[in-house]
């Protein structure tokens, strides 16, 4: 049992005779520094060791967790369609829920229009591969491969909506670019994508299925971000069998599928040193500047387009939006969707109607004109050919309907990712809407 000291006051001799005398053991001042030291130490190690476990594991395992920590994406391209194997592809790329890139021929897209709608439709990529994949005119020169470019281009927007911006050469760029050419197309806005696996589906008339899954899983050390080439255009069959499992080996494996975009890295081959085609003549300064200069205004350079209106906002990439006669185009229905609009399909009259706070505004798909009706308008305002349909989308001017909603375009802007367009509500028809609906 401990009992409480109890405090008495007690005169000086008293305490003298009362206090014993007491032993200390003292320890000299050296050894006191001594034990600092060795706490300090030891504080220190176990900071460090808490902090950068990698100086207890060693160099070796810094480089295997960075390695490992690295994102693995897997895009699947297929080139030389659409075809007669193309479906069966999109079939397996849908019930698989993965997204593939098809590098498509103008000529083909031509034959089987309704495939290349299928693709877009199923949120897959459509790249350019030219017109014709003739190795003999593709690269002649440079105007010729341009010319190709172009003709697919246009026929790809006609079907789809849009132009597709990534290029891929027939039978990859190595020994058949020179450093112009790479230049040419980045100058006028495409992005050239080769590939880094090489499925060897069409190396020879019928590779079957297994070599290609050997091929098409061959990824070299060190690759974290893998481009797979394959065909769905001619015969094929066998890439269609062994795609599953090729898709099934990345998946095993910790991949992310996408799709490829042109804001992507580009994979390329290096220029061959021999220079095959040395004796081609560039293309002069006028016709670059005509041609390849002027052409880039047909994108946004890449970036996405992000609309604000007032405090609310929305982000559109590339494909949900495209440039046309330096008009900004965008498709009505998904558009009017993210600012809280609704919009209707009219099939006898093919108009589209979409209803947006106070606003009607009508799209007719026949004669081009978009309008719009307000119960806080005193007329209604009419827009002529304004107003395009392609592949079931309706797509107009972003200005002309931005102005359609009642809105001002205040500004339009960009900056390293994207382009943003600011709108807002004039206040003398913000109070109109306000007295209606109050009255």
């Known amino acids: 049992m401990v009992q409480r000291a109890e405090f008495v006051m007690v005169d000086n001799e008293q305490q003298s005779a009362k206090i014993k005398p007491v032993h200390k053991h003292v320890f000299p001042k050296w050894s006191v520094y001594?034990?600092?030291?060795?706490?300090?130490?030891?504080?220190?190690?176990?900071?460090?060791?808490?902090?950068?476990?990698?100086?207890?594991?060693?160099?070796?395992?810094?480089?295997?967790?960075?390695?490992?920590?690295?994102?693995?994406?897997?895009?699947?391209?297929?080139?030389?369609?659409?075809?007669k194997h193309t479906r069966e592809v999109l079939d397996i790329l849908h019930e698989e829920q993965v997204q593939a890139t098809f590098f498509v021929l103008g000529e083909q897209a031509e034959r089987y229009p309704e495939l290349i709608q299928a693709a877009v439709e199923e949120g897959h990529a459509l790249g350019?591969?030219?017109?014709?994949?003739?190795?003999?005119?593709?690269?002649?020169?440079f105007k010729t491969f341009w010319k190709q470019v172009k003709q697919t281009e246009e026929i790809v927007n006609r079907i789809a909506?849009?132009?597709?911006?990534?290029?891929?050469?027939?039978?990859?760029?190595?020994?058949?670019?020179?450093?112009?050419?790479?230049?040419?197309?980045?100058?006028?806005?495409?992005?050239?994508m080769d590939w880094n696996v090489d499925s060897g589906d069409s190396k020879r008339k019928g590779v079957p299925a297994k070599e290609i899954l050997r091929n098409a899983t061959k990824v070299p050390a060190g690759t974290s971000s893998v481009i797979v080439l394959m065909h769905d255009g001619g015969a094929h069959a066998e890439t269609v069998k062994a795609l599953p499992e090729v898709i099934q080996y990345y998946r095993d494996?910790?991949?992310?599928?996408?799709?490829?975009?042109?804001?992507?890295?580009?994979?390329?081959?290096?220029?061959?040193?021999?220079?095959?085609?040395?004796?081609?003549?560039?293309?002069?300064?006028?016709?670059?500047?005509?041609?390849?200069?002027?052409?880039?205004?047909?994108?946004l350079t890449g970036k996405e387009l992000k609309v604000e209106i007032g405090l609310a906002a929305a982000t559109l990439k590339q494909g949900e939006f495209r440039v046309e006669d330096q008009r900004i185009m965008v498709p009505l229905r998904p558009f009017m969707k993210k600012f809280g609009g609704s919009t209707r399909w009219d099939v006898e009259s093919r108009t589209a109607t979409a209803v947006w706070k106070d606003r009607v505004i009508q799209a007719d798909s026949v004669s081009g004109e978009l309008k719009t009706t307000s119960t806080s308008l005193l007329h209604d305002r009419t827009i002529q050919g304004g107003v395009q349909s392609q592949g079931g989308t309706i797509w107009v001017p972003l200005r002309e309907?931005?102005?359609?909603m009642g809105l001002n375009l205040s500004s339009l802007h960009a900056n390293d990712s994207e382009w943003v367009v600011k709108a807002n509500m004039p206040l003398a028809a913000a109070l109109s809407i306000y007295l209606h609906r109050t009255i």
């Open 161 to 192: 909506g849009f132009r597709p911006n990534l290029v891929r050469a027939p039978g990859g760029t190595y020994g058949h670019f020179d450093q112009s050419y790479f230049d040419l197309l980045e100058l006028g806005g495409y992005t050239v």
């Open 34 to 83: 001594l034990l600092r030291l060795a706490v300090m130490v030891c504080v220190f190690v176990s900071y460090v060791w808490a902090a950068y476990p990698s100086y207890a594991a060693g160099a070796e395992a810094v480089g295997s967790q960075k390695e490992s920590n690295k994102e693995k994406v897997v895009y699947l391209s297929f080139d030389d369609g659409p075809g």
């Open 401 to 404: 309907l931005l102005e359609m």
């Open 253 to 299: 494996h910790g991949y992310r599928f996408d799709t490829m975009k042109a804001e992507d890295q580009p994979v390329q081959f290096r220029v061959h040193p021999e220079g095959k085609y040395k004796s081609r003549k560039a293309p002069g300064t006028e016709w670059i500047e005509d041609h390849v200069k002027a052409n880039s205004n047909l994108w």
């Open 128 to 141: 350019n591969h030219t017109y014709n994949h003739h190795y003999d005119e593709l690269y002649r020169d």
